[in-house]
């Protein structure tokens, strides 16, 4: 028997659910699919939001020649016979490759499709997961039309999630007795996956209870099947970088509330070591110098936190996200490096002034005899007036103090024991 998702899979587009922003009237997609000219396309986005789907409509609706393979299992003999029978009576009117999880073909694959799909003799489809700029390959991409699909609105969700009781009442000849509230349940719960979602509404049929000519499916039933189901979560793929990335903004922008949230994200996956690691970068990114002791409190919770483990780490790394995020925000110091990097890279090899180099003693006509070098610890405030920076980059300014009080307190210090220098 078929799994519930592949019997209740959409025919055509106006039964598909969500996508608006591609397959609503008027919009691109739709336009381009209705037009009947299809081009090459790559469809971006994560698993189960309709990428397949879609593109079964269009190749039952072309008229063309259609061939499936998947990047998974497909090999390079596999994609020799689709090309081989470019010009034969099966692809009269032309060949549709539809290609799921492209990304798994190694570079030279990819290759292999270029001449046919440039000159129209093979138009490709193709679905990934992962970023296409970043996994495909570039003269295949620069052949095709990325479309971003997008996942699933919980309402879009719901619509599906009805769709599949009731067929699945018309097809087992059963009634099913379902509470209200497992519908929201399944769709709040599937993180955007309308395939994971079909899939819960078929476990919670079989888990369901007999009762008085019916299958009774509770709340209670639905949530342990859907418990955790809603993290969309891949370590090496798109996701994980996006958690991080939204993580850091937030916390650069101030919102501890949003920086909560995609701590949590985080910690429900289980990544306490990919969130360590990047509390401890921001505490010195982007609060820097303007609270400098929130380096050691982030790092002595992030210890706490891998010491302890799971579900305990949660409470120190709370504490760390919360300080950052309400804590006054410098990236001084680091612009500064930053700055003295790109120096580095334009100018080569510098020299030193002489007074700072580690010599104590001076070679046969010399010009200038002795270091000279000035010992601030003899003079007034512990500072005298001479040059550091090599002779290249004398007067180069790299530090700007921020407007924080810590450094502002700073800038005040070294005015002070300058002014008192210049009056001596």
């Known amino acids: 028997m078929n799994p519930l998702a592949d019997i209740i899979r959409p025919r055509s587009l106006d039964d598909v659910v969500g996508q608006e922003h591609l397959l609503a009237k008027g919009k691109p997609l739709r336009r381009i699919i ?15 939001i309709g990428k ?114 009731k067929l699945s009442e018309q097809n087992g000849g059963i009634k099913l007795d379902v509470e209200e509230e497992c519908y929201g349940i399944i769709a709040y719960g599937c993180g955007g996956d309308v395939r994971k979602a079909i899939n819960t509404v078929e476990l919670s ?36 970088y996006d958690i ?52 050691s409190i982030v790092k002595a919770c992030v210890d706490s936190a891998v010491q302890l483990g799971l579900p305990e780490a949660r409470i120190p790394l709370a504490q760390a996200v919360v300080l950052l995020a309400t804590a006054p925000k410098s990236n001084s110091s680091y612009l500064a490096m930053d700055s003295a990097l790109a120096d580095l890279k334009n100018c080569g090899g510098l020299t030193f002034p002489r007074h700072l180099q580690n010599k104590h003693c001076d070679g046969e006509g010399n010009a200038v005899m002795g270091q000279n070098y000035l010992y601030p ?15 290249e980059l004398r007067g180069r300014v790299y530090y700007h103090f921020g407007d924080n009080k810590q450094e502002q307190s700073a800038l005040m210090y070294k005015k002070k024991i300058k002014n008192e220098n210049d009056r001596q």
């Open 377 to 391: 610890h003899d003079y007034p405030n512990h500072y005298v007036e001479q040059q550091y920076l090599p002779d």
């Open 205 to 240: 049929i079989l888990a369901g209870t007999p009762k008085s000519g019916c299958v009774e499916i509770t709340a209670e039933t639905v949530r342990s099947l859907a418990q955790r189901s809603n993290m969309r979560y891949d370590r090496d793929g798109d996701q994980h």
């Open 52 to 165: 397949t789907t879609v593109a079964r409509i269009i190749a039952e609706n072309c008229g063309m020649q259609l061939y499936k393979l998947n990047g998974t299992n497909a090999s390079t003999a596999d994609i020799k016979d689709v090309i081989g029978d470019v010009g034969s009576l099966l692809s009269t009117n032309g060949i549709l490759l539809y290609l799921d999880e492209i990304q798994y073909l190694n570079k030279k694959q990819q290759q292999s499709l270029l001449e046919h799909i440039e000159n129209g003799d093979i138009t490709l489809i193709a679905s990934t997961t992962e970023n296409p700029y970043f996994s495909i390959y570039n003269a295949v991409l620069s052949r095709s039309t990325v479309f971003e699909f997008k996942p699933v609105s919980p309402e879009a969700i719901d619509k599906a999630i009805r769709r599949a009781y």
């Open 244 to 295: 991080l990335s939204a993580l850091q903004k937030s916390i650069r922008g101030s919102d501890e509330n949003a920086a909560i949230h995609y701590a949590a994200r985080l910690i429900d996956a289980g990544d306490i070591i990919s969130l360590s690691r990047r509390l401890l970068v921001i505490a010195s990114e982007d609060i820097g110098l303007a609270y400098p002791q929130a380096v």
């Open 34 to 48: 209705e037009s009947g000219r299809i081009p090459n396309m790559i469809f971006y986005g994560p698993s189960g």
